[in-house]
């Protein structure tokens, strides 16, 4: 019962079953006996991550974050965690110090674009989103500035944006309807009138059936 790394080894295989309740049972069994360990803390995080508890995700990546300030990884999975929970601004703060190291690092100027986006800071959301596609842009990177741009006023820039984002998609019009709806109350937030966005959508849909 004192064998903080049996403990440790039956959650990490829990883990890797994708059992994450089961897994953070047996490391909180480990923390007991042996606290303060960076491998523990940051599974114990990551467990609770894919549980979709946040708060909690926070919590333990601060702990590790306490043992190594410098690690990028770590302030990564901490602004994504303040991301889920939709507190964008400390998420950028967090993105921001990983953009500072890694100028260059896709997976941090995408959520920098999209808190940016999502907080109303536009220009910065353009000049983020643009970095992205001019590195390697895929269909959410289009699809995304598509929705900067239109916010701005800039309609036709918007349209332009769609297009791409959909021929990135492969003409998955499917796709395309499904996101804009679900990204439907951001764009009403900056402006947008809700009826025109299945507007848009058929009008995407029209132009690519023709």
């Not at 929970?85 to 190291?101: I, Q």
């Amino acid at each position: 019962e004192k064998n903080f790394e049996l403990f440790e080894k039956i959650a990490f295989c829990h883990q890797k079953l994708e059992q994450y309740q089961k897994a953070l049972e047996y490391y909180h069994k480990a923390e007991i006996i042996e606290s303060g360990r960076l491998w523990l803390i940051y599974r114990i995080a990551w467990c609770y991550k894919r549980t979709g508890n946040f708060k909690k995700a926070v919590e333990y990546y601060q702990q590790a974050e306490k043992i190594e300030p410098e690690n990028l990884q770590i302030q990564t999975h901490i602004g994504q965690a303040y991301m889920e929970m939709e507190d964008y601004e400390t998420a950028l703060k967090y993105f921001f110090k990983v953009e500072y190291s890694q100028p260059e690092n896709l997976k941090i100027l995408r959520p920098i674009g999209w808190c940016s986006f999502v907080l109303g800071k536009f220009d910065t959301a353009k000049k983020y989103f643009e970095k992205v596609i001019t590195g390697k842009g895929n269909k959410n990177d289009y699809l995304n500035l598509g929705h900067v741009e239109w916010c701005m006023g800039k309609k036709p820039a918007a349209i332009e944006q769609y297009r791409h984002s959909i021929k990135a998609s492969s003409n998955d019009m499917a796709w395309y309807a499904k996101v804009m709806q679900e990204d439907g109350r951001y764009l009403i937030k900056h402006g947008i009138k809700p009826f025109d966005i299945p507007l848009m959508i058929d009008y995407q849909r029209m132009s690519a059936g023709s």
